[in-house]
């Protein structure tokens, strides 16, 4: 199974390459633009502030790419900020355009907890998925086959808001209020927590991205 991950030198991409490639994908990375006609499954990975992720990915065409391939079914996948960048736009630094390929905004994680008392920002740590309002059930998405509540590893200061409710394929809770943890419309997947860092469960969920 060939994977395409991107390099737009904002991303932790050692880490991504070697989990996908321990859950049998051979990976391709892409430092620039390029046809997207080779290429099967399609990872956004992205670390660092919204506004310099896209600002990189722009500047070397891999935005309209991104956008081709998402056009074309294939199945493609954003982790972090590279989830973020799915959407329409972000508050980070002031408000700043996405990619538009899901509706919604990003924002900043609030700063006090659903009792007032403060939260430390940036959210760092592990956290278990919780289903939305719309969901009682991963089968047939990427989180397929986990146990209840399974613990993944986050490490944001913003989260995303889509507008359609059907899109949130799971939440998680920082200081008792919601945070938007994956989405999944059709053949685009996000995740806000780093599967390659979140052992074997997040191994699971790569896997289940390379079956799509």
């Not at 633009?33 to 080779?38: E, H, M, Q, S, V």
């Not at 990872?43 to 790419?65: H, N, Q, S, T, Y």
């Not at 808001?161 to 943890?181: F, N, Q, T």
Request: hydrophobic share 45%; proline share 6%; glycine share 10%.
């Amino acid at each position: 199974m060939n994977v395409s991950i991107l390099d737009y030198g904002m991303c932790n991409l050692l880490s991504v390459v070697r989990a996908f490639e321990h859950c049998g994908a051979k990976v391709i990375v892409l430092d620039r633009a390029t046809d997207i006609g080779n290429i099967d499954r399609l990872v956004i990975p992205g670390v660092g502030a919204f506004p310099d992720c896209l600002k990189e990915m722009r500047a070397c065409g891999m935005d309209r790419m991104i956008t081709e391939f998402a056009n074309s079914g294939r199945p493609l996948l954003g982790i972090c900020v590279g989830m973020q960048a799915l959407f329409e736009e972000s508050e980070e630094f002031g408000l700043s355009p996405g990619l538009g390929l899901l509706p919604g905004s990003v924002v900043a994680i609030q700063s006090t907890a659903a009792d007032g008392s403060r939260l430390r920002i940036p959210h760092i740590g592990w956290c278990p998925l919780i289903y939305p309002d719309l969901r009682t059930t991963w089968v047939n998405s990427v989180l397929e086959g986990l146990p209840d509540r399974p613990e993944m590893y986050f490490v944001h200061s913003y989260t995303a808001v889509p507008k359609v409710a059907e899109h949130r394929l799971a939440d998680a809770k920082y200081g008792g209020r919601l945070i938007s943890a994956a989405v999944q419309a059709d053949n685009i997947v996000g995740l806000q927590f780093h599967p390659e860092k979140s052992a074997s469960l997040g191994l699971t969920v790569i896997s289940n991205f390379l079956r799509i």
